[in-house]
C-alpha cells in the first residue's frame, strides 16, 4: 500500500497493476525476492528446529508440526500419488504447500504486506521449472517413453474416431496447459486478492481525509470492508496452496498410474 | 490505465530474475525437505508403526499367557473338586466298612463273652451239683443214721441206698423241669 502514491488533490485514484511494479531495495534486489528468501529461511527453520527431537509420544507443539507434515504426505501426497510411490515425493509436494502457503500469507503480515505469489515469476518458477518435468520424467521411467506417451495421449476406453480429437487435446493439457494453469491459478487469486486489499484499504484512508463533512463516515465502511476481505484473503491464501500441492500431486499420481 | 514513468509494468510478463530466484530457493528448500525434514519424520513414524505394534503382539501374547493360565487354574480346580468328592466317597466307604467291623468285633465279643458266661454257668452248676450231691450223700446218710439208728458204714450197702434216692431226685426234677 505504501508503494502507492495518493494524487495530491481531491482525486480518487484506485490501485492499479501499477502497485505490483516496487522499485528495487538495493542493486536490482526487489521485495518480492527478499520475501522469498525469507520465507525459505523460514520454512527450513521451522522444519529443521521442530524436527530437532522428535519423540514417539508426541507433546504439544510436536503435534502440531506433525499436524502439519501429515495433512501434506497424507491428504495431498498419499491420496493423489498412491502409498506405493508417494513417498519419493512427498518432500517435493511438501515444498510446494509450504512455499506457496508461507508466500501467500506474506499478503497480510504487516510490513511485509506482499504476496510474493502475485508476481507470476515465483509460480512459474515452480510449475514450469519443477513439477513439469518431475511429473514427465516420473512418467516416462515408469513407462518408457512410449509407453508414456501413449499412456497420457491415448486413454483407453474411447472409439476410434474420438481419438482424433482428444489425443490432440490431451496433449494440450497435459504438455501446455498444466503448467501454466497452475501458476496462473495461485498468481490471478493472489493478484486479485492483494489489490482487493488494497482497494478497501486506499479507499478508507481516502474517504477519511479527503471526504467533506458527512462522506468521512463512510470510510468506517471501507475500513471494514477491508478488515473482511484480509480475512477471506486468509482463506484463498490456504487453499490455493492447498490447490497448488495438490494438483502437482495429482499429475505425478496421474503419470505414474498403471491405468486410466 | 495509468503509466508510470519509464515502461509500462504488465503482471503477466514474469521477470527473469524472479523465476531464477524463486527456483533456487526452492531447490534449496526441497533439498533441505529431502535431506533432513522428511527422513526424521518418516524414522519418527516407523519407530512409532514399530512400537504400537510391538505393543499390540505384546498385549495379546499377554492375553493368551493368561488365558492359558486361566484354562490351567480351572483345571486343577476340577481336579481338585473331583479328588476331594472322590475322598469323601472313600472315606464314606471305609467309615461303613469300620462301621460294620466293628459292629461284627462287638457282635463276636458279646455272643463270646455270652458263651463264656454261660459255660461258667454250667461249669459252676455242675461244681454245684458236684458239691451238693456229695453235701447231701453224707447229710443223708448221718440223718439216716440218726433216724435209723442204724450204721450204715457199710460201705456197699450205703452206696446202693444214697445212689437210689439221688436218681430218684434227678428224675423228679428233671420231670419237673420238662414239666415247666
Known amino acids: 500500500m505504501g508503494a502507492l502514491v495518493l494524487a495530491a488533490g481531491d482525486e480518487f485514484t484506485p490501485p492499479t497493476a501499477e502497485a505490483f511494479n516496487l522499485p528495487p531495495i538495493f542493486g536490482w534486489v526487489t521485495k518480492p525476492m527478499l520475501l522469498i528468501v525469507l520465507s525459505v529461511v523460514l520454512i527450513i527453520g521451522f522444519f529443521l ?15 502440531l508440526v506433525e499436524s502439519f507434515y501429515d495433512f501434506g504426505r ?21 515444498g510446494l504447500f509450504s512455499f506457496v502457503l508461507v508466500n501467500n500469507l506474506f499478503g497480510i503480515v504487516p510490513i511485509l504486506q506482499f504476496p510474493t505469489m502475485s508476481h507470476i515469476g515465483f509460480p512459474l518458477a515452480l510449475s514450469v521449472l519443477v513439477v513439469y518435468p518431475v511429473y514427465h520424467y516420473a512418467g516416462i521411467r515408469r513407462h518408457g517413453l512410449g509407453g508414456y506417451l501413449k499412456h497420457q ?69 471501507s475500513f471494514g470492508g477491508a ?3 484480509t480475512f477471506i484473503e486468509v482463506l484463498i491464501m490456504s487453499i490455493q496452496a492447498f490447490i497448488f500441492a495438490l494438483l502437482s500431486a495429482n499429475y505425478i499420481g ?5 491405468e486410466h | 490505465m495509468i503509466l508510470a514513468a519509464g515502461e509500462e509494468y ?93 459292629r461284627a468285633e462287638a457282635e463276636q465279643e458279646a455272643s463270646r463273652i455270652v458263651a463264656q458266661g454261660e459255660a461258667q454257668l454250667q461249669q459252676q452248676r455242675a461244681q454245684l451239683v458236684a458239691e451238693l450231691r456229695a453235701d447231701l450223700g453224707r447229710n443223708s446218710v448221718a440223718l439216716a443214721s440218726r433216724i435209723v439208728g442204724e450204721s450204715l458204714e457199710d460201705e456197699a450197702r450205703r452206696r446202693g441206698t444214697v445212689d437210689r434216692f439221688l436218681t430218684e431226685l434227678d428224675a423228679g426234677a428233671d420231670g419237673a423241669g420238662a414239666r415247666n
Open chain 2, 10 to 102: 504488465n503482471p503477466v510478463m514474469p521477470h527473469v530474475a524472479e523465476i531464477i530466484i524463486g527456483l533456487i530457493a526452492f531447490l534449496l528448500l526441497l533439498w533441505v525437505l529431502r535431506k533432513f525434514v522428511v527422513p526424521r519424520f518418516e524414522k519418527l513414524y516407523e519407530e512409532r508403526t514399530a512400537k504400537i505394534e510391538g505393543g499390540i503382539e505384546k498385549a495379546e501374547k499377554a492375553q493368551a499367557e493368561a488365558e492359558q493360565a486361566l484354562e490351567q487354574y480351572k483345571a486343577q480346580l476340577a481336579e481338585a473338586r473331583s479328588e476331594a468328592a472322590k475322598i469323601r466317597d472313600d472315606a464314606r466307604l471305609e467309615a461303613e466298612t469300620i462301621k460294620a467291623e466293628l
Open chain 1, 74 to 94: 497424507n491428504n495431498i501426497a498419499r491420496e493423489q500419488i498412491g502409498s506405493k510411490d508417494f513417498l519419493r515425493f512427498l518432500p517435493l509436494i511438501l
Open chain 1, 254 to 258: 496421474a503419470a505414474l498410474a498403471d
Open chain 1, 227 to 229: 478488515l473482511a476481505i
Open chain 1, 153 to 221: 495421449l491415448v486413454p483407453p476406453g474411447a472409439p476410434k474416431a474420438v481419438y482424433i480429437l482428444l489425443t490432440p487435446i490431451e496433449f494440450f493439457t497435459k504438455f501446455i496447459m498444466n503448467p501454466l494453469t497452475l501458476a496462473i491459478r495461485v498468481f490471478a487469486a493472489m493478484f486479485a486478492g492483494h489489490l482487493l486489499i488494497m482497494l478497501f484499504g486506499i479507499s478508507a484512508e481516502f474517504l477519511l481525509l479527503h471526504g467533506d463533512g458527512i462522506t468521512k463516515i463512510f470510510s468506517v465502511f
Open chain 1, 49 to 63: 528446529l521442530s524436527s530437532r527431537k522428535l519423540s514417539v509420544v508426541p507433546g504439544k507443539g510436536q503435534f
